[in-house]
T-cell receptor
Framework: GAGVSQSPSNKVTEKGKDVELRCDPI?????LYWYRQSLGQGLEFLIY????????KSGLPSDRFSAERTGGSVSTLTIQRTQQEDSAVYLC??????????????FGPGTRLTVL | GQQVMQIPQYQHVQEGEDFTTYCNSS?????IQWYKQRPGGHPVFLIQ???SGEVKKQKRLTFQFGEAKKNSSLHITATQTTDVGTYFC???????????WGAGTKLIIKP
């Protein structure tokens, strides 16, 4: 079965441009997470989706960041007016969560974003 | 806010030596998960611990969950080059859905 996929794998953009990152979770996984990981650092939580709704957006660094999920499947993370400090690897993970227990998160390969 | 502290940040070992990483939570956890991230890769789930005092083994890896469900450890016996990477713990506080991640411990094998 297919795992979590993300596109593009690499994105180089100029400061001030908008970028859109895509995540395709494992089929049937209701929960979807976005994280950011700077070089050599840990995971920074950005946003969580349960189905199409995002009960927790607390990790989004600024109002330049937004995310949506449609059809309970694909999610896009949009960064507007990119800044150099946005450069990082953006990881998406999905999980077959239920209300009774939380299952493991399956990560995609990430999108490496470089803002020049 | 809720935090999971993980130490050490780095551990350099000779191949064949043991390795241990520790996680401590500021709050009681429902469960704790462990992940491994190889250099250049993404985190991969290793195990989940749920019960107080639980100990689980995977070959040379031993995972423990403290009696108070606030701390956990991962011990690797006789490290091998394939163990190189960063090990993350991630705890679930109470009935919250959001995992709280430790900062990771990087295992480095000395040449």
């Amino acid at each position: 079965g297919a795992g979590v996929s993300q596109s593009p794998s690499n994105k180089v953009t100029e400061k001030g441009k908008d970028v859109e990152l895509r995540c395709d979770p494992i089929s049937g996984h209701t929960a979807l997470y976005w994280y950011r990981q700077s070089l050599g650092q840990g995971l920074e939580f950005l946003i969580y989706f349960q189905g199409n709704s995002a009960p927790d957006k607390s990790g989004l660094p600024s109002d330049r960041f937004s995310a949506e999920r449609t059809g309970g499947s694909v999610s896009t993370l949009t960064i507007q007016r990119t800044q150099q400090e946005d450069s990082a690897v953006y990881l998406c993970a999905s999980s077959k969560e239920s209300t009774s227990r939380v299952n493991e998160q399956f990560f995609g390969p990430g999108t490496r974003l470089t803002v020049l | 806010g809720q935090q999971v502290m993980q130490i050490p940040q780095y551990q350099h070992v000779q191949e064949g030596e043991d390795f241990t990483t520790y996680c401590n939570s500021s709050t009681t956890l429902s469960n704790i998960q462990w992940y491994k991230q190889r250099p250049g890769g993404h985190p991969v789930f290793l195990i989940q611990l749920v019960k107080s005092g639980e100990v689980k083994k995977q070959k040379r890896l031993t995972f423990q969950f403290g009696e108070a469900k606030k701390n956990s450890s991962l011990h690797i016996t006789a490290t091998q080059t394939t163990d190189v990477g960063t090990y993350f713990c991630a705890g679930l506080p109470g009935s919250n859905y959001q995992l709280i991640w430790g900062a990771g411990t990087k295992l480095i094998i000395k040449p």
